[in-house]
């Protein structure tokens, strides 16, 4: 069989999101063993015009949920919780999680010659679903979930490359 958009997303997808959840645990602990107030990691940003680490993770998971529906051609759920505590952001990474879970491989098939159309500012933007996967999903579901690690490990929080990819 060859090589297939489901595989290139959702197995990955889940392994990196599972990662995303120790990490945001790790952080629970280090905050707690360090008495450090949990909102100095959610609101922490690399530099003051980037998204904090609680964005970061809710882009992480957007990128995810929407990349997915989109490539299968259906509606792109939407989570109604908060982004404020740990606890938060773990319900939407398991919001995420049972999204990918649900995806069909069947449902995936096709994906890379669909035409998939998405809102670009105040425009909107059409291109076929292997460029969408590989130019756009992709690329900005890494970047994100990048640099929510890279905020945290910028922030003391003791992580490694291991935990970054849910190894």
């Not at 940003?45 to 904090?52: F, G, I, Q, S, V």
């Not at 995420?96 to 998405?118: C, P, R």
């Not at 291109?127 to 910028?154: C, E, Q, V």
Request: charged share 20%; net charge neutral.
């Amino acid at each position: 069989m060859p090589f297939s958009i489901y595989q290139a997303t959702v197995p990955v997808y889940l392994r990196l999101l599972a990662g995303l959840n120790a990490i945001i645990d790790k952080t629970a602990a280090h905050a707690a063993a360090n008495k450090i107030d949990p909102a100095a990691f959610l609101t922490a940003r690399l530099y003051p015009d980037m998204w904090p680490f609680a964005r970061q993770v809710n882009a992480t998971c957007g990128h995810a949920v929407r990349g997915t529906a989109r490539l299968a051609g259906v509606p792109i759920p939407t989570f109604d919780g908060k982004d404020a505590t740990f606890d938060d952001l773990k319900a939407r990474i398991a919001f995420t999680v049972a999204h990918l879970k649900g995806m069909e491989e069947k449902s995936l098939v096709d994906a890379a010659e669909k035409t998939i159309v998405f809102p670009a500012g105040n425009t909107e933007r059409s291109m076929s679903g292997s460029d969408y996967l590989l130019a756009l999903s992709l690329p900005n579901f890494y970047f994100h979930l990048t640099t929510a690690y890279d905020i945290l490990r910028h922030n003391g929080v003791p992580l490694s490359k291991d935990d970054f990819t849910g190894e």
